[in-house]
């Protein structure tokens, strides 16, 4: 079993509708969680970060971690053909070694 | 100013053939990671830099592997006697700090196919 669990999808949605992603993780070293967004032929871009639990909003996005179940979501507001990319989970505890998901392939439809 | 620089973007080898991969990392960035990406899966961690240290290679998956950051700026990932499994992309990222495990940036990789 891997240390970080993530849907590979693929998802579909419509345009405007909220998007929720996810990851379940098994270390309960990690403290540090990142959600990442990689398009096509790219490398991987930081979306939002988080230390240890809680919920971090930034615009159209909100990411929750729950320590307590190893549980962590993205949710996407709005959702907008731009935001059709493979979205990553990636997590750490102080070594800086970050330990990834498989990404999940979102694609919103206008 | 200039993100993460990889060349080259792609590179095909035969079975056996020994590659090498480049890395500029952002100006001024103290830590350097390589990562693999194989197809449909997340990056897997290859190794770390601190300046021109090597502080980590617990991820290189055989000694064929070999990464070198002499100057502490450039990095190589070199992998000798390349194998059909190697084929991935192959990402590297800097970081301006040494206590922010989020301040990783990427480059956008070399696609490495060996035939």
């Known amino acids: 079993q891997k240390e970080v669990e993530q849907d590979p999808g693929p998802l579909s949605v419509p345009e405007g509708a909220i998007v929720s992603l996810n990851c379940t993780y098994s270390n309960s070293a990690f403290q540090y969680f990142m959600w990442y967004r990689q398009y096509s032929r790219k490398g991987p871009e930081l979306l939002m970060y988080?230390?240890s639990s809680g919920n971090k909003e930034d615009g159209r996005f909100t990411a929750q971690v729950d320590k307590s179940s190893k549980y962590i979501s993205l949710f996407i507001r709005d959702s907008q053909p731009s935001d059709s990319a493979t979205y990553l989970c990636?997590?750490?505890?102080?070594?800086?070694?970050?330990?990834w998901g498989l990404g999940t392939s979102l694609a919103v439809n206008p | 100013g200039a993100g993460v620089s990889q060349s080259p973007r792609y590179k095909v080898a035969k079975r056996g053939q020994d590659v090498a991969l480049r890395c500029d990392p952002i100006s001024g960035h103290v830590s350097l990671f390589w990562y693999q990406q194989a197809l449909g899966q997340g990056p897997e961690f290859l190794t770390y830099f601190q300046n021109e240290a090597q502080l980590d290679k617990s991820g290189l998956p055989s000694d064929r592997f070999f990464a070198e950051r002499p100057e502490g700026s450039v990095s190589t990932l070199k992998i000798q006697r390349t194998q059909q499994e190697d084929s991935a992309v192959y990402l590297c990222a800097s970081s301006t700090r040494t206590g922010a495990p989020n301040e990783q940036y990427f480059g956008p990789g070399t696609r490495l196919t060996v035939t």
């Open positions: 988080t230390y």
């Open positions: 990636a997590m750490t505890g102080n070594n800086r070694k970050l330990i």
